[in-house]
């Protein structure tokens, strides 16, 4: 029964045949008025012999009427392809439109009824009946899918101006929000002027009380936005004695100028934050650097005067002597290439290193740096892994500095990593740029923060036990910017990993 109630064919069915037993009810009704209550005699009436007939059918056709109205009211709104209530558009036709239609109907109805023939008359009637009983299911289906009256004419149209009226005031604050300070004040007084001069077409009693009924709020007003200008300038002289934690707290609901100044004083107060911190940090890293640097040459240089001094004492044919000079020889190499390093981290920095990028192939460099490392890195018992993507573009870079910056990174992997281990040497293709990877076990401990090591003379190796200057991380950094790439350590418990992304050269035509 339910699926039935959904097909079209039923309701369709159900409605012409309600038509046609509504009709048979009014013609056995009006047949039996005649017949008895017509003033002749019953058994002159020409149809006294099927008088039993029309009484049956005066019984059944109500009750089929009933039935079929029953059908009709429980299928309206339900269609098939449409689960709950579903509305068409002609359930969505204004029930105002639907009654003024069915009451011209009505008028029509009324005047063939007068002046027309019966023919015109019952037409009529019939497109009445069927316009009243498609009302009522209208009406049914409308009341099942929610209130009627959101279906009415007059709901749409307030719905309607609602909105439109929510539009404009919305457009109308955009612009007064939008408008300067100095054209909000205009328009302020120009509005309290103009109501003032409205006053004084009132009589005296009304005017009194509707300049009052005028000042008061204006008057909490200045002093709502006076509290909020108070605490502003309070924020102000906060910043200008140096007191940095002092934020401007406004009102909810205040001038956005108001509020856009507090934003922007809290922003000098975060950015002058920032800059005494940075400068605190930069403090430090420098007295660290001074350190560092007193501490690594002054090693190797104490060690020089100290055995230049056992020389003078020795017999140059002795035989510490040869010893001596190996190591003057050692730390004197050693103290040479600490001032290179300088050099070469100060010439980095500054960007005084002439670049000239070219399509380099990664995959070959790699191979060639493996091969350069191979006996040292048997030496640390450390096994290198190549992986390189197949068909992997080139990048754009400079291969001169690029070697220098995987000579600075396998170094520090022969005297950092952990022996019995392996090194990674990974190139692939991320994002339209070129992907270097160098990943190792670290011999040490980090506990040095990733984005420090690329800081000047800072090591893994906090104790500084191992010799290196703690600059070849800075300098592998400045040479990979000047060639427009990335240089990224990441440490995570005792890997290190080193990442490096390059540009990619454009394809040759």
């Known amino acids: 029964m339910s699926n039935l109630l959904r097909k079209p064919w039923a309701k369709v069915m159900a409605f012409l045949l309600l038509l046609i037993f509504a009709a048979g009810t009014l013609l056995c009704a009006v047949i039996l ?18 008088r039993n007939w029309v009484k049956a059918g005066m019984v059944a056709c109500p009750v089929a009427c009933l039935l079929l109205l029953a059908f009709s009211l429980a299928s309206a709104g339900r269609w098939e392809d449409h689960e709950g209530i579903h509305l068409t558009w002609l359930d969505q036709i204004p029930l105002e439109i639907d009654l003024a239609v069915l009451l011209l109907t009505l008028n029509a109805l009324r005047y063939h009824h007068y002046y027309g023939s019966w023919i015109s008359e019952l037409f009529f009637l019939l497109l009445t009946a069927a316009l009243t009983l498609l009302l ?3 009406f049914t289906a409308q009341c099942k899918a929610g209130p009627p009256w959101k279906y009415t004419l007059l709901y749409r149209l307030l719905r309607f101006s609602r909105r439109l009226l929510r539009k404009l005031l919305r457009g109308l604050f955009l612009l007064l929000k939008n408008l300067p300070l100095l054209w909000k004040c205009l328009l302020g007084m120009v509005s309290v002027a103009a109501l003032l001069l409205c006053t004084t077409l009132l009589p005296v009693e009304g005017r009194i009380a509707t300049i009052l009924m005028l000042i008061l709020p204006l008057t909490g007003v200045l002093l709502y936005l006076t509290l909020d200008l108070h605490r502003l300038l309070q924020a102000g002289e906060k910043l200008a004695q140096g007191d940095y934690s002092h934020q401007p707290q406004l009102f909810r609901h205040t001038l956005p100028e108001f509020r856009r100044h507090a934003y922007h004083l809290g922003s000098v107060q975060e950015g002058v934050q920032r800059a005494v911190t940075e400068r605190m940090k930069s403090e430090h890293l420098k007295t660290e650097l001074i350190t560092n640097v007193s501490h690594d040459i002054k090693t190797p240089l104490t060690s020089i005067v100290n055995y230049v001094d056992l020389l003078q004492k020795t017999d140059p044919n002795a035989p510490e002597t040869r010893e001596y000079l190996q190591v003057l020889q050692r730390q004197s190499q050693r103290l040479k290439k600490l ?3 300088l050099v070469e981290a100060a010439k980095a920095s500054s960007g005084n290193i002439p670049v000239h990028p070219e399509p380099t ?3 070959v460099l790699l191979h060639q740096v493996c091969g350069e490392y191979t006996q040292r890195l048997e030496e640390a018992r450390i096994e290198p892994i190549l992986q390189a993507a197949p068909q992997l573009p080139y990048a754009m870079a400079d291969g001169r500095l690029l070697w220098r910056v995987l000579d600075n990174l396998m170094g520090n992997v022969c005297k950092y990593a952990l022996p019995g281990t392996r090194v990674y040497l990974t190139a692939s293709q991320e994002s339209g740029a070129l992907l270097l990877e160098i990943k190792n076990i670290s011999q040490h401990p980090l506990t040095v923060a990733p984005e420090e090591l ?15 200057s703690g600059l070849g991380l800075s300098i ?13 350590i990441l440490l995570d418990g005792d890997l290190f990993k080193v990442r490096i992304t390059l540009p990619q050269a454009e394809p040759e035509n």
């Open 33 to 50: 008025w005649d017949m008895y209550l017509g003033g002749s005699e019953l058994k002159a009436h020409p149809l006294f012999y099927y």
């Open 454 to 468: 690329t800081e000047r003379f800072v090591r893994g190796d906090a104790s500084r036990s191992t010799e290196g």
């Open 361 to 363: 192939d990664l995959s």
């Open 136 to 138: 009522l299911l209208v």
């Open 476 to 488: 592998a950094a400045g040479l990979i910017s000047l060639q427009r790439g990335t240089f990224q």
């Open 339 to 341: 001032t290179e390093d």
